[in-house]
Structures are given as C-alpha cells and as structure tokens.
C-alpha cells in the first residue's frame, strides 16, 4: 500500500528555521515526482514547489523563492523541505505529494505553526 508520511513540524518562533521530512513506501519513490504543498483552514492547497523524480531541476512558487528548498534523498524514500526565516503567515498544515503519469498519492500533514 503507497504511503506518503511527513514529519518535522513543530512551535517555532518568526525566524527561525525547520526541515520537514516526507517519507514513502510502497511504490517506486525514484519514479515519483515530488511537490510540497500547505494548506490554511478554509483556503485551497497552496503549491510550494516540486522537485523531479530525477532531482536535476526543482521548481518553487514564487512566493516561496529565496526562503524555502525541497530536495530529496532517494536511498531513504524521503524528500525533504528546507523552511528557512520562518513568519507567522507561513503557519500551515504542510503537505507532500508524489506524482507520475496517473499515480498520485497524498500525505496526511505536519502542522507548522509561527508565534511569538
């Protein structure tokens, strides 16, 4: 069964930094494609940014350009995302997706809250 389950999140205060983890099993993670979305209650999912099942070109919403990196680590079936200078409008539940031709499969979240 293909599972997606992330990891990392926590109380973080503005500027500060977190790496959050998405693991997988049970299909082919090398294969996959791997993007980074949040949502906000009441809001649709915001995209982050993907990187490709290669991990040669990653691709970032421009509101995440310059404080926030996705890579991956296909050895451990994780990919990574990298949030640095972290704000109070960045609370969200952050969410991975793995995708390739038809296949795609969600994870459940990891909540990243910003407060002082």
């Known amino acids: 069964q293909a599972q997606l389950v992330e990891s990392g999140g926590g109380l973080v205060q503005p500027g500060e930094s977190l790496t959050l983890s998405c693991l997988a099993s049970?299909?082919?993670?090398?294969?996959?494609?791997i993007s980074w979305y949040r949502q906000v209650p009441g809001k649709v999912h915001e995209l982050i940014g993907t990187i490709t099942s290669t991990g040669l070109s990653t691709i970032y919403h421009a509101s995440a350009k310059g404080r926030f990196a996705i890579t991956r680590t296909d050895a451990k079936n994780t990919a990574y995302l990298q949030l640095n200078n972290l704000q109070p409008g960045d609370t969200a539940v952050y969410l991975c997706?793995?995708?390739?031709?038809?296949?795609?499969?969600w994870g459940q979240g990891t909540q990243v809250t910003v407060s002082s």
């Open positions: 997706n793995a995708r390739r031709a038809t296949a795609e499969y």
């Open positions: 049970g299909f082919t993670f090398s294969q996959f494609a």
